[in-house]
C-alpha cells in the first residue's frame, strides 16, 4: 500500500497555514456564473428509450470534427511513413498491406487504429512510456526497429490510472519526444506555467523528501492550495490534495529544482478542456486523449462483483473524460457534458475552472476506496492519518466519501434507469477497480469506429507484479452485458489461459478469426502488448510494485530500455534468445487486417505466418 507519513503533526498550525492563499490557491478554485442564455447543459447520445437499451448513436460534433480532419489531413502521410519504417527491414510484405497503408488501394480504407495505456501506478506509467517511445516515429531506434510511426498513425490515445499519467502528461506537454517527457528536456532550469519540466520520479509522490518535517511542510502546501475549493463550496476528499501532488509530476509548472517552490502554481489552472489548445491537438497532428474512472454507487449491484479483488461492479458506469466532454455511452447513461463545465449540476449554474487536468488523472487513480473495508480499517490504513486530516480541516457535509472523488451530478434525472439519478454527487473512483485496468472502453463506442487496439497492459495480475490478461478477461465480461452495443474478440475467460499459453509473455493477437461463432462482429481486433515477462536471459526490471511511487533515473531509465526491448522483440526464439525479424511486419498486417477483409482480399505471404503465430488459437 501507499506509504504516507505521520501527519497529525501538521494539524497543529494549519489553521493558520489556511488564513494565507498559495499562487496556486486561488487558480485551482472552481468559479459558479449564470449561464449564457439557452444553454443546455447535458447531451444525449442516443434518444431516451423508456426501460429498452438502446446503442449510442451520436459523438460529439468538436470531436467528429477532430477525427474527420486528422483522417483527412495528417494520417495518409503517418501511415506511409509507417510503411516505410515497416518495409526498411526488408521483409516483403503482402500488396494489399502496402496498398493499404500507403493509400493507394481501391477502396482507400485507412485503419482506424487506437491505443490503450492501462493502469498500474508509477510502473504503468513507465512501462507505456517505453511502448510509446517504440511506436514513435521520431526516435530513429524505433524508426529502423520497424514499429516507429504508429503512435503518429493513431485515432485514440486512452489512459487509465497510471496510463492516465502517462497520456495526459504527454497530451498537455505537446506532445515531447518520450526522453524529454519523462525526464524534462532542461532538468536544471525551473519550469515556468506554460513549460513541462519532466515527470520528477524521482520525487515519490506523497513524501518527496526523506525529511519528516519537509514531507509535513508539503502536505500542509497541498492542503492549502485546495482551501478555495472547499470555501467555494465544493467537496474536498482525499484526490483533491493526490492531484496536487500528481501535478508536481504530471503537468506544467513543475521542475526538479522548483519543486519545493512556494512561488509556483504547479499546473493549477491547467485545464483538460485546455488541451484542444495544446498546438498538436490544434493542428490535428496527434492521437485524442481519453481518459477513464469507474462509478461507485450506493445502489450497485455487489455480487456483479468479479472474484479477483476488483472492487466495483462490471454493471457500474464508466466515465470517460475527452478534452471535449465528460460522461458515458455506457446504454444506462448515454449522456455527456462540456469537459469546461464539469462541476455544473443544471443549465442555470455554469461551473468553471473545475476540469483541473491533475484533478482528472486524480479521479483515473483514486482507489483510496479499497483501503475503506470499514471505518477502523480505513483509519489504520496509511491514508488513515490524511483521512482524518482533512476530514478535521475541511469538515464533509453529509453524503461526502472522502476516499472517492466527488463531482456534481450533471445527470440527475436524466432517466430512470441511470443508477445515480437521485444522486447530488457522483463519486468516481480509479478506472480499473471493475477490472478492466486497460482503458479499452471508449474504443468500443460503435460510432467511433476503431478497428484496431493496441492495448497496452503493466498491470499485476501475478504474485511477482507482471500481469496475465485479467483486464481483457474483464472487458470481455463487461462488453457481454451490453449486447449489441459493445462488440469484443473472444479472448480466455480466465487468467490461467494467458499464464498456460504464455499469451502475455508475448505479444497476442486477438479477434484474428471474424467467424468464430463467440466472435459479436465487427468486434476490434486487439493487439495485446502485456509487461509479462522479461526478454528471455534478462533480469526482471518492468514487474516494480504498484505502490513504488518513485523512481530514481537510472531505474526509470534501464525500465524504458527494457520496455523499449518487449516492444520490438516480438516472439522471441525461446532456445537462442533471438527477437522475431518479422514482428514489425507482423504488426503491420494485423493494423491493417480489418481493413484488408473490408476489401474482401485473403490473407496471403508474412501475413499467413505471422497470424499463425500470433492469434490466439481460440483455445482455453
Ligand atoms: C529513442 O529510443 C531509445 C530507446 O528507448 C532511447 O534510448 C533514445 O534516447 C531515444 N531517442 C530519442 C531522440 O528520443
Ligand atoms: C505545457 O508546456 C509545453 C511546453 O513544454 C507547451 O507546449 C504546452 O502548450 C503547455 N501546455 C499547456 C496546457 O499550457
Ligand atoms: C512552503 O510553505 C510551507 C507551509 O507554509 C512552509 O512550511 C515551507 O517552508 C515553505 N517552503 C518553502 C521552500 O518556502
Ligand atoms: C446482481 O448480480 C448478480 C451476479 O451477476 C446477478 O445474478 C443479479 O441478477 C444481479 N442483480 C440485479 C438486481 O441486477
Ligand atoms: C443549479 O445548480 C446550482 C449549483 O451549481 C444551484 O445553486 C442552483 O440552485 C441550481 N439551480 C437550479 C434551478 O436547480
Ligand atoms: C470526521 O469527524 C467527525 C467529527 O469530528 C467524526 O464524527 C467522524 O467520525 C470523522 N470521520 C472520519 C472519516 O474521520
Ligand atoms: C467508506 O465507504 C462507505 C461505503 O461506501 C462510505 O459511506 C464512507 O463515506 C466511506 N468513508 C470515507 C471516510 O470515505
Ligand atoms: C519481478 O519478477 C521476478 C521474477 O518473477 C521476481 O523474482 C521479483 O520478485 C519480481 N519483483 C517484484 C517487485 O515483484
Ligand atoms: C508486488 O507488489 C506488491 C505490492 O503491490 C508487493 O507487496 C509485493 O511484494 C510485490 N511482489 C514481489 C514478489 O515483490
Ligand atoms: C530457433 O533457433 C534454433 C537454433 O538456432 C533454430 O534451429 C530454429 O530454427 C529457430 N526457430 C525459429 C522459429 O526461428
Redesign the pocket.
Known sequence: ?YSWISLLAIALSLSDALAQSLPATNLFTPLSKPCPRGFSLVRKASNPDGDTFKPPTRLNADETAYVSARAERVLPSAWSAYLNNVQSTKVPLPKYVSDILSGSHHSNDLPRFSIASSGGGYRAAIFGAGVLNALDGRNLSSKSAGTGGLLQSATYLTGNSGGSWLVTSFAQANFPPIPNLVFGSNPTSTAAQNSFGGWNAQFDVMQPSSDPAVDAAYIKTLLQEVAGKAAAGFPVTVNDVWARALARHFINGTSGVDFFSNTSAHGAGILFSQLTGVPSLANHQAPLPIVVADSKSSRQNDSAILPGGNFIPDSNVIYEFSPYEMGSYDPSLSAFIPMKNLGSRNSSVCVTNFDQASFVIGTSSDIFNEFNSSLPALLQSSIGPLISLINATFPPTPGTELDATMYPNPFRNVGKRFIDSDQDFLRLVDGGEDGEVIPIQPLLVKPRGVDVILAIDAS?DL???FTAGGSLVAAQARASLFPGVYSFPPVPTSINTFVSQRLSSRPTFFGCDINDPRSDSPAPLIIYLANGAPPPGQPALT?????QLSYAAPQLQSMLDQTFAIATEGIVNGTTGEKDQAWPACLACAVVDRSRERSNVRRSGVCKDCFARYCWNGIE
Not at 543 to 547: G, K, L, V
Request: aromatic content about 10%; charged content about 20%; proline content about 0%.
Open positions: 500500500m499485476a504474485d511477482d507484479n514487474n516494480t510494485s504498484s505502490f
